[in-house]
């Protein structure tokens, strides 16, 4: 197929370098290895503040302790609302949170569709299913023949590549590949404190629609993604609520994507959203309202008043401080 900015054989091969090595468990200690834990970790954790690592960690430590006692909660009446997350054993404590702090924010039953990102086990699959019944668990065998079904290695070396190192891309492959069907997909470190109208009323058009990021962060140069997509792309599309329909996906075309954008711009941790930002551009999404709010302040946190907060990067440690303590003690 003819797409924008093609790639030449030899850039395709060049742009092939730049894909990360595949994700280890527990990173081999090399040499390396050891300078990072012994010299640059200790200088990071100085550089970000004893304190704020301090907090960090009693957030994380409180919250394995009041998830282990956590109990079902109990749902409302009336029609499920299909929710999808990446997760694995270390995140499933965020994300019934969340869930939880959707459910009661919308007055609705969920029913998480939840895809193992590898590392759930059996107690972590009894513990979903006991907290939410209606739970769809997607494991890794029925993940990989999705992926051979829709993205075949031999049509697809670079997506099926990337996503073995970038674990964020798996939220469009691994997600998106299970059937031609609207998703709404979600992060783990998404709460909902008031009921989200708007994105119910998008769901049921249905429409496309993204969180509004609180700066541009796709790795790679807004023309560059108008380009490739053919349409403006909104500036700052985050991927912490997306709602997209998979069977609209060309595959061939993301794949194309990929491969640019790693040539003319190499590797990114961004590089899962700028391609979502250019499926949003082709579907002809919108963002939602301010009051869905990504990166919030310490106050902002503390009030909870908006609608949902997406605690991304330092305001992380707002969720541990508050957060997660909020959706455990319920409305005000």
Known sequence: MNFPLPLTPAEVAEAALRIPPPKRKRPPLTPGRLVYLVYHHPRQVWRDGIEWHYHLWKGRRDLAAAFAQLRPPPAPAGEPVRMHYLTGKRYVPLTSLALISAQRAMGRPVQPVLFDDGSLDETDIATIRQLFPLAEIVLRPQIDANLDRVLPPDRFPFLRRIRLGYIHLRKLTDIQTA?????????????????????????????????????????????????????PVYPQVNVGICHLDAGAIDWEFVEHCARVLLFRHGFSY??????????????????????????????????????????????HLTMMRYGWRQVLAGPA
């Open 270 to 315: 961004y590089l899962e959203q700028a391609l979502t930002a250019i499926l949003m551009g082709r579907a002809g999404a919108g963002p939602l309202g301010e009051e869905y709010l990504v990166y919030p302040t310490p106050a902002q946190a503390r009030a909870a008043a908006h609608i949902a907060l997406h605690y991304v990067d330092r305001s």
């Open 179 to 231: 059937g031609p069907a609207w998703r709404l997909v979600l992060d783990s470190d998404i709460f909902f404190f008031h009921p989200p109208t708007e994105m119910l009323r998008l769901m049921a058009k249905p429409a496309a629609f993204f969180m509004r990021d609180c700066m541009p962060s796709y790795g790679a140069p807004l023309p560059t993604l108008e380009a490739l997509a053919g349409v």
